[in-house]
């Protein structure tokens, strides 16, 4: 049985972020990836997929120790634009201070994965690939101790046992359904709580690429926080895609005529490639399909991807045990801001590195404090337009260029804006003070049974 310090579960952003923080730090780490294959990397890897990119203040959230570099970034950007049914919006300032000169880049998600993987390995970290875990038994006598059996039949025994294995939370479920009551994990369980995101990479006629904007469109499909966009990548490449919730039924949504990509000989919610295919014909309506042609050398199945996408608020982690939860598995990534991989990075590398140096049980209280305003500021917006309709999306975009600041709305900016304008600024005070104290979270530590 190989003994470490640290044993990390899942090699994306998060898990590879600890497996850097720990090593760096000189504990003996183990970094395990089950590996996914893409048409767009040598050899499996992990479960590289995103939609957006990184936002100007995400690079500060992230705290990397240094740039990331060249190769892994496809645009620079210049702004996001929203597109409701009548209003349009345009931002070019996130309105966040933040150290980075634009307002952000799209990436190369497979190489930004690999080179966090390779920084872990760069460190120290023992970082494997090509097999997954099958499953972990802690020992809570005495000071508590974790035993990783892998799938080839290997096992490991840790100290500290690192969750990062992602919102469908195989691994972290396993482990964490034995210290919490059955009620409390059923709402955890991924196909409640979760978003699914598809997205396929199409070539688009060079008058229409868009090169340096991220684009969403709001009110075009029911679901709450459910949206088609289109990200630019290189060439002439972007991808086009949506996030919806897991299992949405047809028959509960209301004045479904509203919703523009809906069909009335609809019988049920559209897949995502008609969902996209109906974008398509919606915004460039002089175009066909076949003008967009799908580049089947890109993603993990023929150009296109499918994946889910946190859509709870977060948790927090049983560090009595040497246990803690990071990135998509704790629910800190959010389906209202397209990802998380700022916070994915930001959750890794604090765990990975109070890990390694014995002091995990503070990781709640850092975590918190790190990433705390932006999971904070999504779970509230994310609340707020809960039951939205196409015209609430186009009222608000029509009062956002007023209201929306560094820290959300300020009374000034709402009074502009009308009386709409100091209800949303209200909704969002009241909202705000009830989630003081972290309490944004859906679990907490003193709800661990251990």
């Known amino acids: 049985m190989k003994r470490v310090d640290v044993a990390i579960v899942g090699g994306g952003p998060a898990g590879s972020s600890a497996g850097y923080a720990a090593a760096s730090e000189g504990a003996d780490t183990v970094v395990i990836e089950k590996g996914v ?100 038994e802690t020992d809570l006598t005495g000071l508590p101790s974790h035993t990783l059996t892998l799938r080839d039949g290997t096992e490991i025994d840790a100290n500290y046992l690192i969750l990062a294995d992602g919102p469908q939370r195989t691994i972290t479920g396993s482990v964490l359904e034995r210290w919490l009551p059955t009620e409390t994990m059923d709402r955890l369980g ?71 990509l809906l069909r009335p000989d609809d019988d049920r919610i ?85 890990a390694a140096l014995g002091a995990l049980r503070a990781y709640n209280a850092e975590w918190h404090r790190a990433i705390g305003p932006e999971v904070r500021r999504n779970c509230i917006f994310a609340e707020m337009v809960r039951g939205y309709e196409p015209s609430d999306w186009d009222r608000l975009f029509a009062l956002v260029d007023n209201i929306v600041d560094t820290d959300g709305i300020t009374p000034r900016e709402s009074i502009y804006a009308g009386w709409s304008g100091a209800k949303l600024f209200a909704e969002y005070t009241w909202r705000k003070l009830g989630s003081r104290g972290g309490r944004y979270a859906q679990v907490f530590e003193d709800e661990y049974g251990v």
């Open 270 to 354: 559209p897949q995502g490639s008609a969902y996209i295919e109906r974008l398509l014909d919606v915004a460039f309506p002089e175009y066909d399909i076949e003008d967009f042609p799908i580049q089947d050398d890109r993603g993990k199945a023929r150009g296109t991807e499918t994946y889910p996408i946190s859509s709870t608020r977060p948790i927090e982690s049983p560090t009595r045990a040497n246990v803690a939860v990071v990135g998509g598995a704790m629910g800190a990534t959010s389906a209202f801001h397209e990802g998380g991989d700022h916070v994915a990075i930001r959750t890794g590398s604090i765990a990975g590195r109070l």
């Open 190 to 260: 991924s196909r409640r709580t979760n978003h699914i995101a598809y997205q396929e990479y199409r070539e688009f006629p060079e008058e229409l690429f868009e090169d340096d904007r991220l684009k969403f469109w709001w009110g075009y499909m029911p679901g709450h926080t459910a949206y088609p966009w289109v990200f630019p990548n290189d060439g002439r490449v972007a991808r086009v895609g949506l996030t919806m919730p897991i299992d949405l039924d047809l028959d509960a949504v209301e004045h479904r005529e509203r919703y523009r």
């Open 37 to 136: 294959p893409r048409a767009d990397r040598d050899g499996p890897g992990p479960d590289s997929t995103d939609a957006a990119g990184i936002l100007d203040y995400w690079v500060d959230i992230m705290d990397l120790d240094e740039p990331i570099p060249d190769h892994v970034k496809h645009r620079e950007l210049a702004a996001a634009e929203f597109v409701g049914p009548s209003e349009t919006l345009e931002l070019t300032n996130t309105g966040i201070d933040s150290s980075y000169p634009n307002f952000g880049f799209t990436m190369h998600r497979a190489r930004f994965d690999d080179w966090l993987g390779a920084r872990a390995e760069d460190a120290g970290a023992d970082y494997r690939v090509g097999t997954g875990v099958a499953g972990v």
